[in-house]
């Protein structure tokens, strides 16, 4: 007869031989583990030691050209000739010849006036010139042969040559019936209609010539050794923009402003497509020294700290810091006096990744 196991000791057994085989395989799984994570880790620190950083930058090359100095102000544009025109004479205005904008030379008819009245007073003038001119003969004749005193003789010709006279003023006047412009330039205000009545007071028209215009700026004293006559002015208006105009310094004047401590600079502007209106605000940079074939570099490249500049300069792919002396600026250039070669390349964008010795990759060349 055989033995027979106990339930409760069969169950035991078959526990602890579940127990055995749970702790063999988490044993089995760390090793494995730990030696995926020896492997990783010694792969990463061999990419590293294999892999060098490349900074991508920007850049542009030292090259040489001229380059201004220039003083920056701002003023109102002024016409340099402008007329209000007023009539002569009085009279209601039969017909207007120009309208606001057009164009005029100077002598040109603008408008006429009524001018039956002052034909009048010519032909009346003329009769008695004529009339005098008779008794004058008469009185010559008189004189010759001494029957009339010297002093009769005199008044009857200062009586004719008074009647030539108010000939004269009458034909003036009716001269001036017609209205013509005093000076050349653009109609800019037209203040009367046609059937107007109007007076030797009362404003008629307004001409303004805009060619040259006048620009006034007035300029510490302290930049006064600076500004010279006939030195170029580049002139911007916000009214007309991405166009530069041209002038240059017509006067300067010789007394400094007590109050102010500027002295008065008067700049001519030309404008051949006269976009420039008189009372325009505009900017004015007045170039008051040029040198020329200096090395220039563009402004992006300098960096700048406290007092000091310097850029980073890049040779066989690698960047080093350079100091720098700099002297004028001009739009998008710098001039460069001290710390550049020609055909140095410079970086001009991603300074601020950079020492010396970092490798780059130049992605634009400007």
């Known amino acids: 007869m055989h033995e027979q196991t106990s339930p ?14 749970i702790a063999l395989t988490l044993f089995s799984a760390a090793l494995v583990q730990t030696g995926c994570n020896t492997e990783a880790k010694n792969s990463d620190d061999g990419q590293k030691q294999d892999s060098t950083v490349v900074v991508p930058v920007e850049s ?26 007023l009539p002569k004479v009085g009279g209601e205005i039969t ?14 008819l603008l408008a006429t006036l009524d001018d039956r009245q002052y034909k009048l007073e010519i032909e009346r003038a003329k009769a008695n010139l004529s009339q005098l001119t008779n008794d004058l003969k008469r009185s010559k004749d008189l004189f010759d042969k001494g029957l009339i005193s010297a002093k009769e003789y005199e008044d009857t010709k200062y009586q004719h040559e008074a009647q030539k006279a108010a000939l004269n003023i009458a034909q003036l006047n009716q001269s001036f019936t017609q209205i013509k412009a005093p000076i050349s330039g653009v109609i800019s205000y037209r203040y009367v209609k046609t059937g107007n009545t109007v007076g030797t007071s009362n404003e008629l028209f307004k001409i303004t010539n805009f060619d040259p215009l006048h620009g006034i700026v007035h300029i510490p004293e302290n930049e006064l050794h600076k500004i010279k006559k006939g030195q170029k002015v580049e002139i911007q ?45 505009v900017r004015m940079n007045i170039q008051y020294d040029k040198r020329e074939n200096t ?22 792919g690698q960047t080093f810091k350079r100091p720098v002396k700099t002297g004028y600026s001009e739009q998008a250039m710098v001039e460069i006096m001290e710390g550049l070669n020609d055909g140095d390349s410079v ?20």
């Open 295 to 316: 090395l220039l570099v563009r402004k992006e490249a300098i960096m700048r700290e406290d007092e000091s500049s310097s850029v980073y300069v890049i040779k066989d």
């Open 60 to 85: 542009a090359t030292v090259v040489r050209g001229d380059i201004g100095a220039w003083y920056q102000s701002t003023a109102v544009l002024e016409a340099k000739e402008e007329a209000i025109v």
């Open 8 to 21: 409760i000791l069969t169950t035991m057994l078959q526990m602890k031989l579940k127990s055995g085989l």
């Open 347 to 366: 970086v001009t964008v991603g300074q601020s990744s950079l020492q010396d010795s970092t490798t780059v990759h130049v992605i634009a060349l400007q």
């Open 95 to 108: 017909e207007l010849y120009v309208e606001e904008g057009d164009k005029v030379e100077k002598g040109a």
């Open 237 to 281: 208006a916000d009214a007309v923009p991405r166009i530069a105009f041209t002038g240059n310094i017509l006067r300067i004047s010789p007394v400094i402003d007590p109050t102010s401590g500027t002295f008065k600079t008067t700049v001519e502007v030309y404008d051949e497509s006269m976009q420039l209106k008189p009372g325009m605000f």
